[in-house]
């Protein structure tokens, strides 16, 4: 049974931490290690992007555009792969341990939320809703454009030889409720998941954090991505949301969230009981395998581990430990369950 990881670690982002991330999973048991996201998952696409856009900028913590925009020919952010590669041709034996690469990207749906458009005449009869102020997820030919721009960029990994390529979607969740989708028409958004991960059919995975509602759910099994990414430790109502029938009948397989990935620290609390204990991850594990058969399971955490950078406050280093830890719990159970 093969294991993987979101992709965001609480560590800096730094060159050593970036080799050490990489092979730290590797030692944990993983057997598709993904590139370390030491980095926001939206400025890792979007900064790139400023840096050669001159209509799209950072001002403080948010990105701005002034008027529509035509993105590059050319892919961004294909920097993490290309180390990662460097890392294996240095030291060989590490391709031995693991059975392929994994990189995360960020979706179109989850970028253009996180661009504020500033443009009056683009801006005029819409209604913010979730935000205060205009997004570009509010514009159908924004995002056609940045899921165009994302194909080129899932391409350049699949080249690469990255073994499955996630399109990380958390705004999906907002996006999409139990009985409408906000903005948007139905075919619309699978429009746009499906043109973002067009070259990449096979290696295509597209997480979606939180607790999907059924309509999610159904819109998701409809896409052409190969792998369904979602939390189940922390959201086990998704559960029920999926069968091996379902699976199976639109060729998907589950990358099944077991150990949770964002704990908030308490103090005064033991450490040691903000880690999954290797019976009830065990369980969770068999329960996953009973539902939804071994041959449509991926198994991975929840969700990026980047959020437990908070424990750091309790001891510096520690939100890392912890993640280490985790991940050597949940590859333990795998072993204990799957063989």
Avoid: W
Wanted: hydrophobic share 40%.
């Amino acid at each position: 049974m093969d294991s993987t990881v979101v992709g965001s670690f609480p560590l800096p982002n730094t060159e050593e931490n970036f080799k050490r991330v990489f092979k730290d999973q590797i030692n944990s048991g993983i057997t598709i290690p993904c590139y370390p996201q030491l980095v926001d998952m939206n400025h890792q696409i979007l900064q790139p992007l400023a840096d050669i856009l001159d209509d799209l900028s950072l001002q403080g913590k948010e990105f701005h555009l002034d008027r529509d925009v035509d993105f590059p020919k050319k892919p961004v952010a294909t920097g993490y792969g290309k180390r990662v590669l460097d890392i294996l041709n240095e030291e060989p034996s590490l391709k031995s341990r693991i059975h392929g690469m994994k990189a995360c990207l960020t979706g179109p749906f989850t970028l253009c939320s996180n661009i504020i458009i500033d443009d009056e005449e683009m801006v005029a009869g819409k209604k913010p809703l979730l935000f205060r102020e205009p997004r570009g997820h509010l514009f159908p030919e924004l995002l056609k454009k940045m899921a165009a721009f994302m194909a080129r960029v899932t391409e350049a990994y699949k080249n690469m030889g990255f073994t499955i390529i996630s399109i990380d979607e958390p705004f999906l969740s907002q996006l999409v409720g139990r009985k409408k989708v906000l903005f948007h028409q139905q075919e619309f958004v699978k429009e746009v998941i499906n043109e973002a991960a067009k070259n990449i059919p096979e290696e295509g995975s597209l997480h979606v954090c939180g607790t999907l509602s059924p309509l999610l759910r159904d819109m998701l099994l409809e896409t052409n991505l190969h792998y369904l990414d979602h939390e189940f430790e922390t959201s086990p109502k998704n559960f029920d949301l999926f069968s091996k029938e379902s699976l199976e009948a639109h060729g998907k397989v589950l990358a099944f969230g077991a150990i949770q990935t964002n704990p908030v620290p308490i103090p005064g609390r033991e450490v040691g009981s903000y880690l999954e204990t290797h019976e009830n991850v065990v369980t969770r594990l068999e329960d996953a395998k009973n539902r939804f058969g071994e041959d449509n399971l991926i198994i991975k955490p929840d969700c990026g581990f980047g959020g437990m950078q908070a424990f750091d406050r309790i001891e510096d280093g520690l939100g890392y430990r912890l993640a280490m830890k985790k991940l050597e719990i949940m590859t333990g159970a795998i072993e204990t369950v799957f063989g």
